[in-house]
């Protein structure tokens, strides 16, 4: 295993809340089930996932998740509730590529936010 | 102007280590520093975290240091030079980079620092990882560390910390092992100190 097996993606998303829960326990919620999504898919080392999510206003959330079978970490916010977030994110992982990273990224996220592609 | 090099495998607490030596060596030391962020990933994320915090920070991303953006990254230092002059410079460098090909680009291309300094961190909650998947560039980190920052290490008991760090000291037996928990901040005023110490003496 060498730096060139590490495959590396960044994505941004606008995420509009689909229920009315803290935005903090849904980027939870989506984060652990990407890890889970990962590692069912062939991903063996989870180098780093990490991210910021912003609403605008209030000071930004940034996540981190380092393995498959630890919690994301969670620092910063709180944001604030019912407003569109935006997501940036970078993912740097071995065994699976970048098709399937972006893939599992939307099916996961769609299960807490309505999603949509979130430019510059 | 100095370089600090922090490197370390993906997600072993750079940053985190970073922002704690910048805030203890900008209070105790009187020295100003400009944050140097190098990411593989198209999108810089440690960059705005650092600048919340209230640092100067510059970014190189996508690709690494060490090899597509080594030609960048001396741009970048003479760039910092000629404009800010800081005392130091404190390169992240990305977590996949090669720490031997970095000081070569500098050696090569770039003769004006008059000092560099290679922290590299290793991770105990990686250590069974590190153990099943002994990665080249990882060991290359840890072989050329004038320092070696053991971090995270709230997250397993006294034994498993002597036995990693035994085994870092075998990788690298010139430098110092200093074990820490940059999140919770033990023993960062110690490495403070060894860096304070360094940044006062050479030249
Ligand atoms: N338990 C524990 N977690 C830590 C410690 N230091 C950092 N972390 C966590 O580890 C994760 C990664 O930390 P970063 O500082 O972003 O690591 P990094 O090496 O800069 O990551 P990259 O730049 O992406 O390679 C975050 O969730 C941190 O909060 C520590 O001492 N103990
Ligand atoms: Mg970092």
Redesign the interface.
Known sequence: MDAHDFVTFSARRKLAPLTAGSPRDLLLSFLTDYVKALGTSGCSIIGHIKGIVEDGESPPLFFSATSLSGEPQLKGGPLGQGSDLALTITVIVSGVDTEQLSRLLDDCLAGYFLCTLHGG | MKLIIISG???SGKTTLLLGLVRRLTSGNGCDFVILEN?????G?DG??LE?QGLQVKELYSG?VCCQLAGDLVVTLREIKDVLDPDGVILEAS????VESILDTLDRYYGELEGTMVISLA?L??FE?YQE?P???VINQIRYADLVVLNKTDSGDGELTATMAAKLAELNPDAEVIGVSALEGSNLDLVAERLGTWMRTTS
Do not use: Q, S, W, Y
């Not at chain 2, 990411?39 to 999108?43: L, N, S, Y």
């Not at chain 2, 977590?95 to 090669?98: E, I, N, Y």
């Open positions: 495998f993906l997600g990411e593989v990933g198209e999108i994320i705005v975290f919340k690494c977590g996949l980079a090669k991770d909650e990686r990882l998947e990665m080249p560039f």
